[in-house]
C-alpha cells in the first residue's frame, strides 16, 4: 500500500556538492526524518494498540475494580494497596520461584536443544528440509488439543510415558500430582518452543559466511573449537534475541499449563495466576480485575528488567 | 550425498521422538470414544467416524484460518520491514527507547489487548469480520517481527548500503533493492512465525470473532466439541490433524526458502 | 530535501491510513452500539447459550428460531460455560450485551451482583410453578433474576457386569462403608474402582458436594470434623487405587470416558450422560450417591437459568422481546422439547412425570433432582470465596495419598481463610 505512493524515483540528494559542514548537518537532519518515516507505521500500530491497553492495564492495578465497578465504572483508587496485597500473600515468593524456574529451565534447553538441531541441520542432506519443516508441525495444532494429548500421555496409572520408562525398568511417576506438575508442564513447554528456536537459529546460522570457519579449518582448528570460537561468537546477536524473546514468551505462557494441571501446585506461575484471576477461572471463580493487573505489571517489570540486561549487552557489543 | 545418510538417519530419529505426540493425537483421532482413555499404543477400537464429523462442520473453518494467517502475515510484514531497516541502518532518534519499548510491548498479556480491541472494534463496526481479526492477530507478531528483523539487519555489511547510496539510490529504494532481497531468511522466518501465530490464536479469535459463523478461523471450530459438561477428543484431535495437514505442506515449501546461503551470497558478492 | 521531507509526511500518512482504514471499515453504521450483538436492533433478538456443541442447525438452534418473536429473527451463539459469564460482562461494559443469556445456576448470583442481569419482574419474566429448590440459585436477596427451565444431577453409574462378576448387589450401596467394600471387592478382582472429577475450581465442587453434605458437613464450617471425613474418603480412594491418580485433573467429560473403558465399576456423574450411557457397549445402572450413615445424599442443583441482560437502548421493547422469547421455550408444550432436546429434567414437577412415563432412563433421576439443593442458595454472592478454599482443600487432599494430618491441615487452613 504505501509502496505504490514512495516508488517514484526520488531525485538526488542535494548537498553533496555543497562546503562540507552544513551539507553534513543538513544530511543528518535528513537521515533522522527518513529513520522516523521508516518506523512511523509502527509508531502508528505501537500508540494504537500496545499504550492504551497498557495504561488500561496499570489503570486497573491501582483501582479496586470488582465484576461490578468493571462494568459499571466507580472503581475506587487505592494506590498500590493491591499491590501491597499481592506481593503480601503467603503464595507470592513461592509463585515467583517457580515462576523462576519454570522460565529458566524451559529457555536453557530450548536453547540448548535448538541450536543442537540448527547445527545438525546446518549442512544439508538428503531430506534435511523436509524434516527441518517436520519440526516445525507442533506449533500447528491447537494448544488445547497438544496439551490435552500431553496431559494423556503423563496419565500416572495407564500413560504412553510411564509405559516407556516401565520397559526400562522405571518405576511410574505421577507426573500430574501437586509436586511434580512444574517439571512436566515444562516438558511439555520446551516442547512446544524448540521449533522457536531452531528457526531463528537456523537462519541465524545461515547468515554467517563460512569463510571464517573454512579458514580456521585450514588452521588446524577442529569442528569444536571453530563452533565455539568463530560461531558462537558471530551468533551472538541473533542468540541474545532468541533467549530475550524466549525469555518473555515463557514468562507469559498461561495455555500449556492450564490446560494440563490448571496452574495447580508447583504448576503455578505468575501468568497463569493473573490469568485465574482475571477470568475467574481456575480454582477460583472470584474474578480479581485489579490483583490480576497488579500481577500482570509485576511480569512487566520483570520483563523490563530483562530487556536493559539485553540492551546493555548488545550496546557492549557494538562497543 | 551417501556420507550424509547416517544424518537422514538420525534426523528420522530425532523426528520420531519430536512429533511422537502428534502421533498419539492421530492414534486418539481414529478411536471410538469408548476406548479413548484406554492409552492403546495402536487405535484398536479403530473407527473414521471423528474425521466424517470433522470433514463436513470444518471446512470453512480452515479457510478462513488460511485467509486470516496470509492477512497477518502481509499486514506484520508491512510494518515491520521498514521499521526494522529504521531500527537497524537509519540514524532513529531515541532507537533504543523503541526496542525497549518493543520489548515491553510483548508482554501486555493477549487478554489486556483483546479487551481494548473490543470496545475499539465494537464502536467500529469491525467485530466479527475478518480485517478486525487480521489486524488484531498482527499485534502477536508485530514487536517480534520488528526485532528479529532489526537484529539480522544490523548484521547487513556497511558497504552494500554505501555502495547503493553512491550509485545515487534513495534510501527508500536502497531499502526496497538491496535490504529486503537481502533479507530474505529473516522475512521469510518472520512469515511464518505471524502465519504459525494467527493460525493457533485462540483469546483474539474468541473475544473478536465470536459471532462470524462460517467466518470464523479453526481454533474457535474446536468450540463445537466442547459442551458443558462433555468435551469429545476424538473429534478435537482430528480437527487438529486435518487442520495441521496443509499448513504442514505450506511449512515445509515455505521452508525450501530460508535457503543455504542466501544472504551470505549477496553480502560476498 | 523538501522532497524529502514530503515522501517521510507521505510515508506516514500512509500508514496511518492503514491503521485508519482497518478501523475505519463501516464505522459509519457502527454508531456505539455493539455491533454483532445487536441487541438494540428491533429486527433481531441475540441469545447466547453454553452449549456450542449444539452447531447451526441442530434441534435446539431451531428450536430457539422457531420461538423468534414476530418479526425479529434470532441470532444464537453458543459459548463454553466458562468463559460465557466473562463474556457477558465484556458486551454488558461495551453496550453489546445479547437479549438473553443462558447462564450456569452458581454464576446468576455473581451475575447479579454485577448489575448484569435484569430481574425478572422488570422484565417480565414468569418464574411460578418452578421447583423451589431448582429456583433458589436465582434468588437473590428475594428478587428472582431468571427462569431454571431444567435440571440435572450427579448420581452413581456403575459398570453392571463387573458388580455382577464380583457379587456385589448395587442396591446394597447406602452408605460410605458398603461403597468403599465394594471397591476393594472389584479392585481386587482386578477391575478398577470408581472415577469422579476432582479438578480444581467449581467443576471438582460440585462433584465433592454430594460427599461433603453426605457427611453432614456445611459449607459455613470447612473446618470440621465431618468436612476432613470428606476430603479423606476421597484421598483414600486415590491412595488405594481404587480411584485413578487422574482425577485431580479430570473433568467430568474426561471421568465419563475413563468409565466408558469398561474398566471402572463405578462413576460418579450427571444426568447428562443419562442416553450415552444406555448406549454404552455394557450394561450400565445409576443408584443415589449415598451418604456416609446411609440414605440418599442430598446432590448439588445442575442446570442453567434463562436471564435478560441489562439494556440501555430502548429496554422496554427489548425485554419484552426477550421475554416472549423465554416464554416460548419454556411454556405449555415447549418446556419438554426444551428439556428433551438438551437431556434435562424439567424444572416443573408435571412436565418431569411426563418425561419419565415416555423415558424409562428418567426414572433415577427424577428423585435425585427432587432432592437436590442450589449451591448458593444458602451463601448468595459469598458462595464463590467458600467453593474457591473448598477446592483448594479438595486438591491437596487427592494429592496427599490418604495423609490424614495433611488433610486436616488443609481443611483447618481453609476455614481460617474463610
Known amino acids: 500500500m504505501t509502496s505504490s505512493t514512495l516508488t517514484a524515483p526520488v531525485p538526488q540528494v542535494a548537498g553533496r556538492a555543497r562546503d562540507a559542514e552544513p551539507g553534513r548537518r543538513r544530511r543528518r537532519r535528513h537521515d533522522r526524518w527518513m529513520a522516523v518515516a521508516f518506523a512511523a507505521p509502527l509508531l502508528a500500530y505501537l500508540v ?81 528440509a523436509v524434516l527441518r519443516g517436520l519440526f516445525l508441525v507442533p506449533w500447528l495444532l491447537p494448544v488445547i488439543v497438544s496439551g490435552t494429548t500431553w496431559q494423556w500421555m503423563m496419565n500416572a496409572d495407564t500413560g504412553v510415558l510411564n509405559a516407556a520408562l516401565g520397559l526400562v525398568g522405571v518405576d511410574p511417576v505421577w507426573w500430574l500430582s501437586a509436586d511434580n506438575a512444574l517439571m512436566s508442564v515444562i516438558i511439555a513447554n520446551v516442547w512446544l518452543g524448540i521449533p522457536f528456536n531452531l528457526v531463528i537459529l537456523y537462519s541465524g546460522l545461515q547468515n554467517i559466511s563460512p569463510d571464517l570457519s573454512e579458514a580456521a579449518a585450514l588452521d588446524g582448528a577442529n569442528a569444536w573449537q571453530r563452533f565455539w570460537r568463530i560461531t558462537m561468537p558471530l551468533l551472538r546477536p541473533v542468540s541474545l534475541i532468541t533467549l530475550l524473546l524466549g525469555l518473555v514468551y515463557t514468562l507469559k505462557v498461561v495455555d500449556i499449563i492450564w490446560i494440563m494441571t490448571l496452574g495447580t501446585g508447583t504448576s503455578q506461575t505468575l501468568a497463569t495466576w493473573s490469568y485465574g484471576m482475571a477470568f475467574g477461572k481456575g480454582t477460583s471463580a472470584v474474578i480479581q480485575y485489579s490483583e490480576a493487573s497488579a500481577v500482570g505489571s509485576i511480569l512487566i517489570v520483570i520483563a523490563l528488567a530483562f530487556g536493559l540486561l539485553y540492551i546493555a549487552a548488545q550496546r557492549r557489543q557494538e562497543d | 550425498m551417501t556420507r550424509t545418510w547416517w544424518k537422514t538417519g538420525i534426523g528420522l530419529v530425532l523426528i520420531a521422538i519430536m512429533l511422537f505426540p502428534i502421533y498419539w493425537m492421530v492414534n486418539v483421532s481414529l478411536t471410538r470414544r469408548d476406548s479413548i482413555r484406554r492409552g492403546d499404543l495402536v487405535p484398536l477400537d479403530f473407527t473414521l467416524e471423528h474425521y466424517g464429523v470433522v470433514l463436513s462442520e470444518q471446512g470453512s473453518f480452515l479457510a478462513t484460518s488460511l485467509l486470516v494467517g496470509l492477512g497477518t502475515v502481509v499486514v506484520t510484514l508491512a510494518v515491520a520491514a521498514p521499521a526494522g531497516y529504521a531500527l537497524a541502518k537509519l540514524a532513529l532518534p531515541g532507537r533504543r527507547t523503541l526496542s525497549f519499548l518493543l520489548i515491553v510491548a510483548q508482554m501486555v498479556p493477549a487478554v489486556v489487548m483483546a479487551l481494548g480491541f473490543y470496545s475499539l472494534y465494537s464502536r467500529y463496526g469491525l467485530l466479527d469480520t475478518i480485517p478486525g481479526l487480521i489486524v488484531a492477530d498482527s499485534t502477536i507478531a508485530v514487536p517480534f517481527a520488528v526485532m528479529l528483523l532489526a537484529a539480522f539487519m544490523t548484521g547487513i555489511p556497511k558497504e552494500l548500503i554505501q555502495a547503493a547510496e553512491l550509485d545515487g539510490a534513495s534510501t527508500w529504494r536502497t531499502f526496497r533493492s538491496v535490504i529486503l532481497p537481502v533479507s530474505r531468511n529473516s522475512a521469510v522466518t518472520v512469515a511464518l512465525f505471524a502465519f504459525l501465530w494467527a493460525w493457533s490464536d485462540f483469546v483474539f479469535a474468541s473475544t473478536l470473532n465470536r459471532g462470524g459463523g462460517d467466518l470464523r478461523p479453526i481454533t474457535m471450530g474446536i468450540y463445537n466439541y466442547i459442551g458443558a459438561q462433555n468435551q469429545e477428543y476424538g473429534p478435537m484431535m482430528a480437527t487438529a490433524v486435518v487442520a495441521s495437514v496443509p499448513t504442514a505442506i505450506l511449512l515445509i515449501v515455505a521452508q525450501r526458502y530460508v535457503a543455504a546461503g542466501v544472504t551470505a551470497g549477496a553480502v560476498k558478492d | 530535501m523538501t522532497r524529502h521531507i514530503r515522501t517521510a509526511t507521505l510515508a506516514t500518512a500512509a500508514a496511518l491510513a492503514i491503521t485508519l482504514s482497518a478501523c475505519g471499515t463501516g464505522g459509519g453504521d457502527g454508531t456505539g452500539s455493539g455491533e454483532g450483538s445487536g441487541a438494540a436492533d428491533a429486527g433481531t433478538v441475540t441469545f447466547w447459550d453454553p452449549y456450542p456443541q449444539h452447531t447451526e442447525g441442530s434441534p435446539w438452534d431451531e428450536l430457539i428460531k422457531s420461538c423468534a418473536p414476530e418479526g425479529t429473527t434470532v441470532e444464537r451463539q453458543g459459548i463454553p460455560t466458562a468463559d460465557l459469564l466473562n463474556q457477558l460482562t465484556t458486551a454488558v461494559r461495551e453496550g453489546g450485551a445479547p437479549s438473553v443469556v443462558v447462564l450456569d445456576n452458581p454464576v446468576v448470583a455473581d451475575a447479579v451482583g454485577a448489575q448484569l442481569v435484569a430481574d425478572a419482574e422488570q422484565t417480565g419474566l414468569d418464574t411460578t410453578g418452578f421447583d423451589e429448590n431448582l429456583l433458589g440459585p436465582g434468588i437473590v436477596d428475594g428478587t428472582a433474576y431468571g427462569v431454571p427451565f431444567g435440571s440435572n444431577a450427579l448420581g452413581l453409574y456403575y459398570n453392571a457386569s463387573l458388580l455382577e462378576e464380583n457379587g456385589i448387589d448395587p442396591a446394597s450401596i447406602t452408605d460410605w462403608d458398603a461403597l468403599d467394600a465394594a471397591l476393594e471387592t472389584v479392585t481386587a478382582g482386578g477391575a478398577q474402582g470408581i472415577t469422579f472429577s476432582g479438578i480444581a475450581g467449581e467443576e471438582g465442587v460440585f462433584q465433592a458436594l454430594p460427599w461433603f453434605w453426605g457427611s453432614g458437613a456445611d459449607l459455613a464450617d470447612l473446618g470440621s470434623d465431618d468436612a476432613v471425613a470428606t476430603g479423606r474418603l476421597m484421598s483414600d480412594w486415590i491412595a488405594a487405587g481404587y480411584a485413578p491418580r487422574s482425577a485431580t485433573t479430570d473433568n467430568q467429560s474426561a471421568a465419563w470416558d475413563l468409565f466408558l473403558t469398561g474398566e471402572y465399576a463405578f462413576a460418579e456423574n450427571g444426568s447428562w450422560f443419562a442416553q450415552a450411557a444406555a448406549d454404552a457397549d455394557f450394561e450400565v445402572g445409576v443408584i443415589p450417591i449415598p451418604s456416609r450413615d446411609g440414605g440418599v445424599a442430598p446432590v448439588p442443583t445442575g442446570g442453567e437459568f434463562m436471564t435478560v441482560p441489562v439494556q440501555e437502548d430502548d429496554a422496554e421493547a427489548s425485554y419484552a422481546r426477550s421475554a416472549e422469547l423465554i416464554a416460548c421455550l419454556t411454556e405449555g408444550e415447549n418446556l419438554l422439547n426444551t428439556n428433551e432436546t438438551l437431556g434435562y429434567l424439567a424444572a416443573k414437577a408435571d412436565v418431569r412425570a411426563e418425561q419419565v412415563a415416555a423415558n424409562p432412563l428418567w426414572e433415577p433421576w427424577a428423585p435425585i433432582v427432587e432432592g437436590a439443593s442450589g449451591r448458593t442458595t444458602e451463601l448468595g454472592t459469598d458462595y464463590p470465596v467458600v467453593s474457591a478454599l473448598l477446592s483448594e482443600a479438595l486438591q491437596t487432599s487427592l494429592n496427599a495419598g490418604g495423609d490424614a494430618d495433611q488433610i486436616r491441615t488443609a481443611f483447618t487452613d481453609a476455614a481460617d481463610a474463610g
Do not use: C, K
Open chain 1, 48 to 128: 494504537l494498540f500496545y499504550a492504551v491497553p497498557l495504561i488500561q492495564n496499570l489503570s486497573m492495578s491501582v483501582h479496586g475494580y470488582d465484576r461490578n465497578t468493571f462494568v459499571n465504572g466507580g472503581a475506587p483508587f487505592v494506590g498500590l494497596d493491591v499491590y501491597r496485597d499481592v506481593i503480601g500473600q503467603d503464595r507470592f515468593l513461592r509463585v515467583l520461584r517457580q515462576t523462576a524456574i519454570f522460565t529458566l529451565a524451559s529457555i536453557a534447553v530450548q536453547y540448548v536443544v535448538g541450536l543442537a538441531l540448527a547445527v545438525f541441520f546446518q549442512r544439508s542432506f538428503r531430506l534435511s
